[in-house]
C-alpha cells in the first residue's frame, strides 16, 4: 500500500477509528476538512461550493469519503431529508469529479455507502448483487452511490456498504439509555433482522478492501444475522437490566415519522458479506453479542 491516503469526512467515529490505525502502521493520512488547514495534514475544501484541485489527490494510493450527516439524528424533517442527501451527494460528486480529471493512474475511490440500500425484504438473503429496496434511505443510497460511480471507469471504485455500528456512539447511543432506565424492549414486532458490525470490523474491512484493490458494492456486515429483539436483549442483559417495554411500529412511526422508523428500525434486511468472505476477510466479532460486548468493555 502506497504511504499517503486521502481521507474525508475523517471526523467522524469511522474516520478517526480508521485514521488511528493507518497512522499506526505508518501510513501517511490528508484530512480534507471544511475550515482553514491548521497543519500540513490538512487540506481545505469546500464540496459543492468549489471543485477541488485534482492535485490533492494524484500521488495518493487511495481516497476514502465517509462524509454524511447522521442518520441518527430524528426526527427527519423534510429539511434535514435534503440535509442527508446534500451532505453525502456533493462531497462525493466533488471527489469523483477530481478524480475523473485525473483520469488512468488516478488513486482508488472507497466511497462510503449503507446497507441501507436494500430498504425492508423480509424473507430474503441479500448480497452485493441484490436490487435495491424502495425506502428513502434506500432510493438516498442509490443516489449516493451513482454519485461514486460518476469517478469514471478507468479510477476503481469501492462502494461500502455499511451497517449500524453496535457502538456506544453509534447505534447504541439511544438503546443505552433505554436500557439503563429499564424502558428497553422489542421495537415493532422486534423480529426484523438488523445488519450490525463491529467498529473494529469496519475498519478492518475498509482496510481489506484497500489491500486488495476490491471494487465495487461491498456489504460491512457482521456474518450471523440478529434480529433487533436479539440485539435489544443481548445490550439489556449486558447491562443486567429488563427487556420488556415493547414500542410498537405505530408508536415508532408516530414518534419519529414513518420514513424514519420505517428506514431505520422496521426494516427487515438479510444481509450478507459475500464480497468480504469470498476475499477471505476474517471477521474479529461474528456475532452481535460478541460486538456489544467489546464495546462496552472498551468503554
Known sequence: M??????????????RAFTDSLRSDGIDVIWLVRRPA?????????????ELDPGVLDGASAVVNLNGASIG???????YRETLLRSRVLPTRTLATALRALGPGAPMFLSASAVGIYGSQP???????????DTFLAQLTAR???????????VPVALLRTAS???????LKPLIPLARFGLLGPLGSGRQIWPWISLEDEVRAIRHILQHRITGPVNLTG????????????????????????????????GLGRTAAD?????????????????????????????????????
Not at 235 to 249: C, G, S
Open 73 to 79: 439524528k430524528l426526527p427527519w424533517t423534510k429539511s
Open 123 to 133: 424473507g430474503l438473503t441479500l448480497t452485493e448483487a441484490s436490487n435495491p429496496g
Open 223 to 254: 456474518p450471523e444475522p440478529a434480529s433487533a429483539t436479539t440485539i435489544g436483549r443481548h445490550l439489556a442483559r449486558r447491562m443486567h437490566r429488563p427487556f420488556l417495554v415493547p414500542a410498537p411500529a405505530w408508536a415508532l412511526r408516530l
Open 263 to 299: 428506514s431505520l428500525l422496521l426494516a427487515d434486511a438479510r444481509v450478507q458479506p459475500r464480497v468480504l468472505t469470498k476475499t477471505g476477510f476474517s471477521f474479529t466479532h461474528a456475532t452481535a453479542a460478541g460486538a456489544i460486548d467489546a464495546a462496552l468493555t472498551d468503554r
Open 144 to 154: 449516493w452511490e451513482r454519485e461514486a460511480l460518476e469517478a469514471g471507469p478507468e
Open 165 to 171: 455500528i453496535l457502538h456506544p456512539q453509534a447505534v
Open 2 to 15: 502506497n504511504s499517503r491516503i486521502v481521507i474525508s469526512g475523517a471526523s467522524g467515529l469511522i474516520g
Open 38 to 50: 491548521e497543519n500540513p495534514t490538512e487540506v481545505e475544501w469546500h464540496p459543492g461550493a468549489h
